[in-house]
């Protein structure tokens, strides 16, 4: 029984002109009672939150957020996070991720006021935080910001950073905070990432942290599109895969195509046996042999270029 | 039970959540019916009510069923046959699929357009895309079709596809027949890239059925090309088989009504997709798409969503915003239906006990059967269950499909119990049956 928009139901609805079929109806946009988004006139439902707009809520009382953080895929799929243990993995979990690589139960994050706590929960595929693996059993503190990683599938973990973190942090780890906010601004939107979160709104105000336009930015990789590849001290593989550091979705660059190296302010490319090849400068590496690069260099993997930049 | 009981077009259900209000307020005047469609949708949320300031869990179901009635005439075919040639097809296999592209050739009209590509380490246009002019022609070409070595099945499908494309704009039902019989061989052969094709021809209006002939080839495989490519999917246990299946599958084709099913899923702000049972969403901005199979006339398919609803003060509050657009097989015409789903949302918890949908309850209970049913045949490919273990797993998946009036996928897995009993093995059949329960026919 499906019908024409022109035929959708008066669900209770109040007219709100005459039904005469002389009058054109006027449209008059109308604020969501419960949200107060503006809606075009004619709309049934509210196009934010879906409140039946003739009706009136019987309690506007606020309803108690329960979300305390989100992890998000790369496609911009959110899950919510809880407080307490949230399980992950493909089936019957809280965290719900139909992948192949993802275990039926492949890890808990649990939520507690002020820290997040990830566990593998003896996955097939492991869970990662940037490279290092959580082994089961032995949970790790994650921060908002952090990429996990479950088989092959990456998420962000968004949420407020904590102020009993964020203390913790300063005072552990400068180089750690600064690489957290670099991922977040590059992954987020700027508009997204003054958005107050839930959780900030219930828990006590947060002091934002201070980015300083002066200081030094990493090594990376830069696209014609203007999309940035960070790369980090140690390994960052190159490759199609999204557990790659630096993960390429282009189909001609292979599954594990290249692995750049940061020593102490020295960069080498090492090509790993790649279908399509790596190049420097038109130049193409041999496979395993390493190759220093110099600011400015231009690499193709495949027939993706990127402009080195320190 | 008949599967057309469903669908209840009466007056008001109790147990149903009312979405329109057909014959309800006096004050409106009533709409003409639209031009008949030739298909229909109904969206159903397991519960019209839920608790008012607390998150929960809910499913809706979509519901799409075809009118049984014969539409105009019916849209050319642009048909393309993949045949695997490898050296196993050898003596019978390989006449019996001879005979069975004749009978396919004999079936067509002449403003039908057909294409044969052959395959092996090695791909052959056998016959371009044209006209079906003359028969005997085209069988005779159909008859030298010699075996070779090992299976490019990756080059073979892209080579069908690019047959299927090369005709121009719309105005056909697309649709490649892909047989094989064993696992690919050459070319490129994981299992991602060759889905990934699959969904990538199926996004450019090309549909794909998957035939696997004979105990050898994959049928996880074969299954996951049938279910990203919109198509469907048979098991050829004989050689003597494949004529039949050849002809029922170009029977169905006839009947498409409906091609290119796309279903949005809008979400309202405080709502997530957990999952699609047995299905592939694509989740955008509160939003998930799913790709639905080609509609025959005269049949019903569903979509079964769970979805996570957040805490909302009283009130009627729209879930979601279920769209579907489709072309119509017969005038060619893209259509779109959509309809609301809505719930309300009260402090009345027995008002949400009382009202759970016996039709949505039905569909959740097939849904954890197709599950039940991966697992088990998951099991068994890995060995990880025995097959003593496997049939006391299949009894069960069994009993819960006729306690849903699923009759022939429950014929399926008896079949299969007696496979497994006389040391057969199942998993090919029992693919099948869960791409069927899936699909919710």
């Known amino acids: 029984m499906s019908v024409d928009k022109t035929q959708m139901a008066d669900f209770g609805r109040t007219q709100m002109v005459s039904p005469s079929g002389e009058v054109t109806q006027m449209a008059v946009s109308t604020t969501c009672p419960v949200c107060k988004t503006v809606s075009p006139g004619g709309e049934m439902y509210c196009a934010d939150c879906g409140f039946l707009l003739s009706s009136q809520p019987v309690e506007v009382a606020p309803v108690v957020s329960s979300v305390v953080g989100k992890l998000v895929d790369t496609s911009g799929r959110e899950f919510d996070l809880k407080p307490g243990a949230n399980t992950i993995g493909r089936q019957d979990t809280d965290v719900l991720v139909a992948h192949p690589t993802v275990s039926r139960s492949h890890a808990k994050l649990t939520v507690t006021g002020s820290s997040f706590l990830l566990e593998d929960t003896g996955s097939t595929n492991g869970t990662f935080v940037g490279n290092a693996k959580v082994e089961p059993g032995s949970p790790v503190q994650v921060r908002p910001g952090d990429e996990i990683i479950f088989g092959s599938v990456m998420m962000r973990l968004d949420g407020a950073l904590p ?76 490759g199609r895969r999204p557990s790659n550091a630096i993960a390429v979705p282009d189909p001609y660059i292979s599954g594990s195509h290249a692995v750049i190296t940061s020593e102490e302010g020295v960069f080498t490319l090492t090509d790993l046996g790649s279908t399509n090849g790596t190049f420097v400068n038109g130049d193409k590496l041999e496979p395993n042999a390493p190759r220093e690069l110099s600011d400015g260099d231009e690499v193709m993997f495949a027939q993706v270029s990127l402009r080195f930049v320190i | ?43 159903t949320a397991g519960n019209r009510y839920a608790v008012a300031t607390r998150g929960s869990r809910e499913h809706v179901l979509v519901s799409i069923r075809a009118s049984g009635a014969m539409g105009g005439a019916r849209m050319p075919l642009n048909l393309c046959l993949i045949i695997d040639r490898s050296a196993s097809m050898e003596g019978q296999p390989l006449e019996y699929v001879k005979r069975a592209c004749g009978y396919v050739v004999d079936l067509l009209e002449p403003n039908d357009i057909l294409s044969v ?9 056998l016959m371009p895309a044209r006209r079906v002019v003359n028969k005997q022609l085209i069988k005779e070409h159909i008859n030298r079709i010699e075996c070779g070595n090992t299976t490019n099945l990756y080059d073979g499908i892209a080579a069908g596809s690019s047959q299927i494309a090369s005709i121009p704009g719309g105005g056909y039902v697309n ?10 061989t050459a070319g490129i052969k994981d299992f991602s890239s ?89 989740f955008g901005d509160k939003s998930a798409d799913i790709t639905l199979p080609d509609v025959e006339r005269g049949s019903a398919e569903s979509a079964l969503l769970e979805v996570e609803l957040g805490g909302r003060p009283s009130g009627t509050y729209r879930v979601s915003k279920v769209e579907l657009t489709y072309e119509d097989s017969s005038t060619g015409r893209t259509e779109t239906l959509e309809q609301d789903v809505v719930i309300e949302f009260t402090a009345d918890e027995s008002l949400v006990s009382a009202n759970v949908n016996p039709q949505v309850e039905r569909e959740i209970e097939v849904a954890m059967a197709s599950r039940n049913l991966e697992r088990t045949v998951m099991g068994m490919r890995t060995q990880q269950i025995s097959p003593a273990a496997a049939v006391g797993e299949l009894q069960k998946t069994k009993a819960m499909l006729v306690s849903q009036g699923k009759v022939v996928q429950a014929r399926d897995i008896q079949q299969a119990i007696d496979d497994i009993n006389g040391g057969a093995a199942p998993e090919k059949t029992l693919m099948g049956t869960i791409y069927n329960l899936d699909r919710g026919k």
């Not at chain 1, 964020?166 to 991922?183: G, N, R, T």
């Not at chain 2, 590509?117 to 246009?125: A, G, M």
């Not at chain 2, 004979?214 to 003597?240: H, M, Q, V």
Request: with cysteine; aromatic share 6%.
């Open chain 2, 1 to 43: 039970m008949d599967k057309t009981q469903m669908f209840n077009n009466g007056p008001f259900d109790n147990e149903r959540t009312q979405l329109s209000g057909f014959g309800g307020d006096p004050n409106r005047t009533q709409m003409a019916t639209p031009g008949q469609k030739s298909i229909s949708m109904e969206c």
């Open chain 2, 175 to 184: 649709r490649a027949l892909l047989f094989t019989d064993g696992d690919p």
């Open chain 1, 163 to 238: 102020e009993a973190v964020a203390e913790v942090v300063a005072a552990e780890d400068d180089a750690a905070l600064e690489s957290v906010v670099a991922e977040i601004l590059i992954a987020t939107d700027p508009d997204e990432a003054t958005d107050t979160t839930p959780a900030q709104a219930l828990s006590e105000p947060v002091e934002p942290v201070e980015i300083h336009e002066d200081e030094p930015t990493l090594a990376r990789f830069i696209a014609g599109d203007g999309t940035e590849y960070i790369i980090n001290p140690g390994e960052n593989t190159v």
């Open chain 2, 194 to 282: 060759i889905v990934g094709l699959v969904a990538e021809q199926k996004s450019r209006g090309v549909t794909i059925t998957s035939l696997g002939f004979g105990g050898e080839y994959n049928e996880e495989l074969l299954a996951g090309i049938a279910k990203r490519a919109g198509g469907n999917y048979y098991y050829i246990s004989r050689p003597e088989l494949i004529p039949e299946v050849f002809r029922k599958e170009l029977e169905t084709l006839m009947t498409v009504v409906a091609r290119n099913l796309r279903l949005r899923v809008n979400l309202s702000r405080w709502v997530q997709v957990r999952q699609a049972y047995g299905k592939l969403p694509t």
């Open chain 2, 117 to 125: 590509v052959t395959f092996e380490e090695r791909v052959d246009v």
